[in-house]
């Protein structure tokens, strides 16, 4: 049973540009999270799917992010006229929906942005 | 809204001797989680704690939950080499399926 995929593991990108982040939860999985990791830091919280639904984005910023998880295909995470800040390990996770709620989180996505 | 803090935020210690990592949060959490993170690399589930004076171990890791005092502790007996790496708490808020993660305890453990 494959993990959890995140493509691509590195991207960079100039200031301005969009960046787009796949992925693809494990087999049996309908529950995506993303996460976002700066430097020496937890992660953070960012935002929660299920199949065509975004059921928490409390932790997204207001402008220039975007989430969403179709019928078919990965969730994408998308951001918008990137800036400096945003260079980051971006980290996505899925779950079965057990009663423990336990997360399986993909290799991750390193973003850089120049 | 729930907080995480973990202490120490650095450990560096030597093999063969136990520590303890502890993790304080600040308002009811139905569940908490330990992972483990090595450089440039993603989290690993280690334990998943559910109830009241849960104790779960694996290994030389052991860890348990206080729901009373706020507290889980990630215990570590006779450290080896293998064990450095950033270990991670995180607290599931109630009626959110979110992860609050602390600032993680970063581990060295030296010869």
């Known amino acids: 049973n494959a993990g959890v995929m995140q493509n691509p593991r590195h991207l960079v990108r100039r200031r301005g540009q969009e960046a787009r982040l796949r992925c693809s939860p494990m087999?049996?999985?309908?529950?995506v999270y993303w996460y976002r990791q700066l430097p020496e830091e937890g992660l953070k919280f960012m935002v929660y799917?299920?199949?065509?639904?975004?059921?928490?984005e409390s932790g997204m910023p207001k402008e220039r992010f975007s989430a969403e998880f179709p019928k078919e295909g990965p969730s994408i995470l998308r951001i918008q006229q990137v800036v400096r800040g945003d260079s980051a390990a971006y980290f996505c996770?899925?779950?079965?929906?057990?009663?423990?709620?336990?997360?399986?989180f993909g290799p991750g996505t390193r973003l850089t942005v120049l | 809204e729930l907080k995480v803090e973990q202490n120490p935020l650095f450990l560096s210690m030597q093999e063969g001797k136990n520590y303890t990592i502890y993790c304080n949060y600040s308002?009811?959490?139905?569940?908490l989680y330990w992972y483990r993170q090595d450089p440039g690399k993603s989290l690993e589930s280690l334990f998943v704690?559910?109830?009241?004076?849960a104790v779960k171990q694996e290994g030389r890791l052991m860890a348990s939950l206080d729901t009373k005092a706020r507290l889980s502790t990630l215990h570590i007996t006779a450290a080896v080499h293998d064990l450095s790496a950033t270990y991670f708490c995180?607290?599931?808020?109630?009626?959110?399926?979110?992860?609050?993660f602390g600032t993680g305890t970063r581990l060295q453990v030296f010869p």
């Open positions: 087999k049996g999985h309908s529950h």
């Open positions: 799917l299920q199949k065509e639904n975004i059921i928490d």
């Open positions: 704690l559910l109830s009241n004076g």
């Open positions: 996770a899925s779950s079965p929906r057990t009663t423990e709620g336990e997360q399986f």
């Open positions: 995180a607290g599931g808020p109630y009626n959110t399926d979110k992860l609050i």
């Open positions: 308002t009811t959490s139905d569940r």
